[in-house]
């Protein structure tokens, strides 16, 4: 299965594009775009999406963004539940922002996952170890937002994505990185639909 979805389709420049690089382009699209609409079946779409991308980072050696998505399949089955049943009475959850103490919470894990996962990454001579180590800790702070319904979310997506774009043309994935170009121009869309439809109680005061 593995080498049916890492076998070339096209090349797009001089780079071979993978039944995985082309899969993970359409749910990932559809995925963010569900995510905008704030319609929960993002999480299944996601899910899917994550599994194709696994596949694709192994393949490429980006062994913590091949990590990320073990983590964020499992998040998304979390996410999926919380967006369902996560509110008062097992109610679903309404968009609200995160209070001061869930924010730097999420930026001091930032700061001190990327310290420790620099180093882990580094001594097993990983292609981008500085960078992988960066935008997977972005990215698991802006998915744990996300599956509470933080506005917030996106601000720590839109972050992660400029840094993905380049890196992922550095690695030759040019295609994945026109995804995260597309990424990034709905997660602005999302920000701007969430800011809109922010519940009445806001600002959430939970810690983290």
């Keep these: 299965m593995m080498h049916s979805l890492t076998t070339p389709l096209f090349t797009l420049g001089n780079d071979a594009v993978t039944?995985?690089?082309?899969?993970g382009f359409i749910t990932g699209g559809l995925c963010v775009f569900l995510?905008?609409?704030?319609?929960?079946?993002?999480?299944?779409?996601?899910?899917?999406?994550?599994?194709?991308?696994?596949?694709?980072?192994?393949?490429?050696?980006?062994?913590?963004?091949?990590?990320?998505?073990?983590?964020?399949?499992?998040?998304?089955?979390?996410?999926?539940?919380?967006?369902?049943?996560?509110?008062?009475?097992?109610?679903?959850?309404?968009?609200?922002?995160?209070?001061?103490?869930?924010i730097a919470s999420c930026l001091v894990f930032v700061v001190v996952g990327t310290g420790a996962l620099f180093a882990v990454?580094?001594?097993?001579?990983?292609?981008?170890?500085?960078?992988?180590?960066?935008?997977?800790?972005?990215?698991?702070?802006?998915?744990?937002?996300?599956?509470?319904?933080r506005l917030d979310n996106w601000y720590f997506w839109i972050v992660a994505d400029c840094i993905y774009i380049p890196m992922y043309i550095s690695k030759g994935l040019n295609l994945t990185a026109i995804v995260y170009v597309l990424f990034l121009g709905l997660c602005v869309a999302g920000w701007r639909s969430w800011r809109h439809s922010l519940a009445p109680e806001t600002p959430a005061m939970a810690a983290v």
């Design 121 to 149: 990454l580094r001594a097993t001579h990983d292609s981008a170890p500085f960078l992988d180590a960066l935008t997977t800790c972005l990215s698991l702070a802006a998915q744990w937002l996300l599956n509470a319904k």
């Design 35 to 102: 995510t905008v609409r704030r319609h929960v079946s993002n999480f299944p779409v996601g899910i899917a999406n994550s599994a194709f991308f696994l596949v694709l980072f192994v393949s490429s050696r980006l062994w913590a963004d091949a990590g990320l998505q073990v983590l964020f399949i499992t998040l998304g089955f979390v996410g999926w539940w919380q967006w369902l049943y996560g509110n008062a009475g097992r109610t679903p959850l309404t968009v609200t922002r995160a209070g001061q103490r869930e």
């Design 19 to 23: 039944w995985a690089e082309l899969l």
